[in-house]
């Protein structure tokens, strides 16, 4: 290990449009020239290349199944470890798994970032820091309607559609559970600039004196 420290593991959750990966990049900015790296569960999505095409249309992204963690946790084990990962891409045009890879070298700091990343015991074990984005079921649709309509082409019923039948109930059965597994609580995600402050202050204290 680097300097005999292990590395120190940042996990940031919440619900889609919570401003978990504003969080997410506010802490990188602010270590911006550091040993840092951010990892988004959204690249672990299971290889669904064994199913029809018409099958993979029917996941259920904010189900727990649809992610690939003992993957994700055997590379967190690895950077851990200050071993380089083959971090996969996942194609959501196609539903599956891109045959592309990306080389990630090891940091001192890892942001482990995506919507349900407290679910499983064996990754909340292996995080330092596990941060909960606590944001108004109201806020969140609102962004995820702007979102999606003017960066993904979506209609405004489709979005509404899905999330009314899948993301708001896969929330509340599989997400917002696991706020009890936080250590810190942040309202309204990246507007909140004194938890982030208090985070990245944290942050910068452990990697000056350790735990």
Same mark, same amino acid.
């Given at each position: 290990?680097?300097?005999?420290? *292990?590395? !120190?593991?940042?996990?940031? #959750?919440?619900?889609?449009?919570?401003?978990?990966?504003?969080? @997410?990049?506010?802490?990188? &900015?602010?270590?911006?020239?550091?040993?840092?790296?951010?990892?988004?569960?959204?690249?672990?999505?299971?290889?669904? @290349?064994?199913?029809?095409?018409?099958?993979?249309?029917?996941?259920?992204?904010?189900?727990?199944?649809?992610?690939? #963690?003992?993957?994700? !946790?055997?590379?967190?084990?690895?950077?851990?470890?200050?071993?380089?990962?083959? *971090?996969?891409?996942?194609?959501?045009?196609?539903?599956?798994?891109?045959?592309?890879?990306? !080389?990630?070298?090891?940091?001192?700091?890892?942001?482990?970032?995506?919507?349900?990343?407290?679910?499983?015991?064996?990754?909340?074990?292996?995080?330092?820091?596990? =941060?909960? =984005?606590?944001?108004?079921?109201?806020?969140?649709?609102?962004?995820?309607?702007?979102?999606?309509?003017?960066?993904?082409?979506?209609?405004?019923?489709?979005?509404?559609?899905?999330?009314?039948? =899948?993301?708001?109930?896969?929330?509340?059965?599989?997400?917002?559970?696991?706020?009890?597994?936080?250590?810190?609580?942040?309202?309204?995600?990246?507007? &909140?600039?004194?938890?982030?402050?208090?985070?990245?202050?944290?942050?910068?204290? !452990?990697?000056? &004196?350790?735990?």
């Amino acid at each position: 290990m680097e300097n005999g420290k *292990k590395p !120190i593991v940042i996990g940031v #959750t919440g619900g889609s449009g919570s401003g978990k990966t504003s969080v @997410s990049r506010a802490i990188f &900015n602010q270590f911006s020239g550091h040993s840092i790296l951010m990892i988004e569960q959204d690249f672990y999505y299971k290889n669904q @290349s064994h199913l029809s095409f018409e099958e993979r249309l029917e996941t259920n992204y904010d189900h727990p199944f649809a992610f690939d #963690t003992d993957l994700l !946790i055997e590379h967190i084990h690895d950077l851990i470890q200050f071993k380089k990962i083959e *971090k996969p891409v996942y194609d959501y045009a196609a539903h599956t798994r891109s045959d592309q890879t990306i !080389i990630q070298e090891p940091k001192e700091v890892i942001i482990l970032e995506g919507i349900l990343i407290l679910e499983d015991a064996r990754l909340r074990d292996l995080m330092d820091i596990k =941060v909960y =984005v606590d944001t108004d079921d109201d806020i969140r649709i609102i962004r995820r309607i702007k979102r999606d309509m003017e960066e993904r082409g979506r209609t405004l019923d489709s979005v509404i559609e899905q999330y009314l039948s =899948v993301v708001k109930p896969m929330y509340h059965q599989f997400i917002e559970p696991t706020k009890k597994y936080a250590d810190i609580i942040i309202p309204e995600g990246g507007q &909140n600039q004194v938890a982030i402050d208090l985070m990245t202050t944290k942050i910068g204290s !452990i990697l000056t &004196n350790g735990k």
